[in-house]
């Protein structure tokens, strides 16, 4: 008998100490969110030196996590001014872009100015959006925002350069020679949590 209980005793050690070994050592992708995190936190701010972050604001800008979808109050906001990043307050997106995508996330299809947003392919194949002055995770961007035709021709005529042209292309010349227009703008995906809107 207690020959029996001391067996099945040092077995659950010996699964647990697997256990324990396995969550030290398996995941690599935390890796990888580790390394993001050093790299960013190089930036300070006065929240990091205060204390005062907002939890799911560092979760979203400092680890690259998503927050859950219709939860930020920015995707029902429709004031005019513009979104800055939560982290550094750079202006990120004017309010003239924003629109809704029905995505659950405040969404935009053009930047405030040149070289505000960075993107880079991510490993999923996504292309990430981040901060250019502070490296902080905004979200993605896809190539299904809304359609030129609905858009206002002034607001078009003010997209940045340096924004992307990743929108689904309008139906190919069948001459060639012509670049073809984009029929629809790209849609930034961002997390409420990353921006803080100032009025104009
Ligand atoms: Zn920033």
């Not at 689904?168 to 703008?185: H, I, L, P, T, W």
Request: aromatic share 10%; charged share 20%.
């Amino acid at each position: 008998m207690w020959q029996r209980v001391a067996a099945v005793s040092s077995s659950f050690l010996l699964c647990a100490g697997i256990l324990i070994q396995a969550n030290a050592w398996s995941p690599s992708s935390s890796v990888e969110v580790i390394g993001r995190r050093r790299t960013i936190m190089q930036t300070s701010t006065d929240s990091e030196e205060k204390g005062t972050w907002n939890p799911l604001s560092l979760a979203v800008l400092k680890l690259g996590f998503t927050e859950p979808a219709w939860t930020s109050p920015y995707n029902y906001k429709n004031d005019e001014g513009k979104y800055v990043c939560a982290n550094c307050k750079t202006p990120l997106f004017p309010s003239s872009s924003k629109y809704d995508s029905g995505s659950g996330w405040p969404s935009f299809w053009k930047t405030i100015d040149n070289d505000k947003v960075a993107l880079e392919r991510s490993w999923d194949g996504r292309i990430e959006a981040t901060c250019n002055n502070c490296g902080g995770h905004l979200g993605h961007v896809f190539p299904d925002g809304p359609t030129r035709g609905n858009l206002d021709a002034n607001e078009l005529e003010t997209v940045p350069e340096t924004d992307p042209d990743i929108g689904y292309k309008a139906q190919v010349n069948d001459a060639g020679g012509e670049k073809s227009q984009f029929s629809r703008m790209p849609r930034y995906c961002i997390n409420g949590a990353a921006l803080q809107f100032e009025e104009k």
